[in-house]
């Protein structure tokens, strides 16, 4: 959750490999859901988009970029601007953010606004543009960049902010130690992007992932605490896979039964299995879970530092990473279901393993058409620390009292988790949320298991992929329909799972993260609506009542591997009513190499 170091060996016969992301980080038709004409990317692609600029004056145009002239990208992505803006009333300061803004032509997104921001500490908010939710994506071990017609752009107005300073294209000095002081330097920047577009009044959504969940509800809170709804009129959050509680609480007391759930990707030997279902146990961590992990909770939970003090159990995670590793090389913790070969990133890191080709660099380092500073050598995630002083950032974790104080006031946030995700993992989160109060109430009073449901539509698979005509954009750009993991809402929080999605949900399972926008911005009023995407109103869809229950793991008991009520594990609870354990993946913080390396999150 903080920035932290940690040092591993992964001794290998032909080479040492460091770990970073950014640690810095056979088709079948439907038989009731054929191909349409109207095809879901019709109604989105960028490089249709005609209508006239919204935000183009003499003020803006030295931000505007030339939707046609951004490198590799064949079609026009439209209106949108980018460039340095000063964190202080002094626009000449020196300590500036980096901000790319894409206006959108969604009748309903007037007056609202979206930001996104990636995590790290200090990982560009740029990543989560080119490959999760921007308007043209290039996914690795993809041929070129291509439109996305899940780009959150079509729904609402969405801002892409590199902070804090020291982040990608951000210039001056580190000089912040913690989360509030971060927080008042990203209101300064939000003043004058306001300023500057005239957004005043605007309803503002703030969303991000991984170590945003540190920044979304610090920057949340800052700007509800500022009562000026002119500039400050947060209206709701939503965060993936985020750090929002204390370390060893979201990775090694949940990582043995992550591994157990994804044996079949992490076939452990018998005395390896062994060794560390036995730590798992007598560090403290089987019973643990098994004590708080309850709906409603038993109370609160005691601090972590006072419980789990052993360093051999504190790195536990760092053990069955190490383990995985030497099974799996090209194993990736942000999605656990990748195996060798490694594919080519334009970003250099496709997955867990540093990976840039000779002659090859960073894709944002091979463009002046956004009016990046050329001065600025861009990285995925910053090599120098992002918080100054020894400590890095010295916040308490935002669970504590930022996200209750942001669901409080907004009725409005949610949190999801991809479940192929070992860099944090789910059921830290879920042991978190059992320990944070809002609504005057300790945890979820009742356990998660309605249906997330993702409308079916034409870019799913449901689609003829085999038909002559198939348009090839849509083949790039096909994401999954129907239930696609369990959610729960109580007293304005949402938690939502999502099946088959690693670390970055809007790259991994981009229709989900549509979903989610949709329902953030209020265009549906559930999770588990089987309302038609806004984009595709007449697309049909199932009847509500065959939804049945949510999907992927069940609430299984993390100690002794059986379902809450005796059942084997992924069999849904017996009595929904009553007191029941739960247990879904973990989180991981690890590195291969020699020397100690700085841990991010995305």
């Known amino acids: 959750m903080k920035w932290c170091t940690l040092a591993s060996a992964l001794l290998s016969a032909a080479s040492l490999i460091e770990a970073r992301r950014s640690w810095q980080h056979v088709g079948k038709k439907s038989p009731i859901l054929p191909r349409t004409p109207e095809v879901f990317t019709d109604h989105h692609l960028a490089s249709r988009q005609s209508s006239k600029p919204k935000f183009a004056n003499s003020n803006t145009s030295s931000y505007a970029v030339n939707g046609t002239g951004i490198p590799d990208v064949d079609f026009d992505v439209g209106e949108s601007y980018s460039g ?33 921001l990636n995590g790290g500490p200090g990982c ?9 939710n921007g308007p043209f994506i290039w996914q690795y ?43 008042a330097q990203f209101l300064g920047f939000w003043r004058n992007f306001m300023d500057l577009f005239a957004l005043q009044g605007y309803k503002v959504y703030i969303t991000g992932e991984s170590y945003a969940g540190m920044y979304c509800p610090y920057i949340a809170s800052a700007m509800l605490d500022a009562k000026d709804e002119t500039y400050f009129n947060v209206s709701g959050m939503l965060i993936y896979d985020p750090s929002i509680g204390e370390d060893v609480i979201q990775d090694s007391a949940v990582v043995v039964p992550f591994a157990d759930y994804n044996a ?3 076939p452990f030997n018998n005395s390896f299995s062994a060794s560390i279902h036995e730590q798992h146990q007598s560090c403290g961590f089987a019973n643990y879970s098994a004590t708080y992990l309850q709906y409603p909770p038993p109370g609160p939970q005691p ?49 867990s393993i540093t990976y840039q080709p000779d002659g090859t660099q960073p894709y944002f380092n091979r463009t002046d058409a956004i009016h990046a ?39 409005n946030v949610i949190i999801g988790h991809g479940l192929l995700d070992m860099v944090l993992i789910a059921n830290g989160t879920l042991l978190t949320i059992q320990n944070m109060t809002w609504g005057g ?60 999605s690693g670390h970055m949900v809007p790259q991994y399972a981009p229709s989900a993260a549509f979903r989610q926008l949709e329902v953030l911005l209020g265009r549906v009023d559930s999770l588990s609506s089987v309302q038609a995407f806004t984009a595709e109103p007449d697309y049909p869809q199932v009847d509500a009542k065959s939804l049945g229950n949510g999907t992927g793991p069940s609430m299984v008991d993390m100690s ?23 247990a879904l993946p973990v989180s991981v913080w690890v590195v291969a190499g020699l020397s100690a390396v700085a841990l991010f999150h995305l």
Request: hydrophobic share 40%; proline share 7%; with cysteine.
């Open 84 to 116: 340095l803006l000063s964190i202080t009333k002094d626009l000449n300061a020196a300590e500036k953010l980096f901000f790319w803004f894409f206006p959108s032509t969604n009748k309903a997104a007037e007056k609202e606004i979206v930001i996104w």
């Open 124 to 132: 560009s908010s740029l990543e989560g543009l080119i490959q999760e």
């Open 141 to 183: 071990g993809t041929y070129k960049p291509v439109p996305n017609p899940w780009s959150w752009h079509h729904l609402t107005n969405i801002v892409y902010i590199e902070q804090p300073v020291g982040t990608g294209f951000a210039t001056g000095n580190a000089t912040i130690t913690n989360e509030e002081e971060l927080a």
């Open 264 to 266: 079949n990707m992490m």
């Open 303 to 351: 601090p972590s530092s006072t419980r789990f003090t052993d360093e051999k159990c504190n790195d536990l995670f760092n053990a069955v990473f190490e383990a995985q590793f030497s099974l799996n090389p090209c194993f990736d913790i942000y999605q656990v279901a990748t195996t060798c070969p490694l594919l080519y990133d334009v970003l250099g890191f496709p997955g």
């Open 373 to 411: 500073p050329m001065e600025v050598t861009w990285s995925s995630c910053a090599d120098k620390p992002v918080f100054a002083g020894e400590d890095g950032d010295t916040s308490e974790p935002s669970s504590f009292r930022k996200i209750p104080q942001v669901v409080d006031a907004t009725q």
């Open 441 to 500: 109430q300790l945890g979820f009073q009742s356990v998660p298991r309605d249906p997330f449901y993702v409308p079916y539509h034409s870019l799913s698979l449901a689609a003829d992929i085999n038909a002559a005509d198939a348009d090839p954009t849509a083949l790039a750009t096909m994401a999954a329909a129907g239930v696609l993991g369990t959610t729960h809402t109580e007293r304005g929080l949402t938690y939502v799972t999502i099946d088959l």
């Open 560 to 582: 002794a591997g059986q379902g809450a009520n005796g059942g084997k594990n992924g069999s849904p609870p017996t009595n929904a009513a009553t007191t029941t354990k739960a």
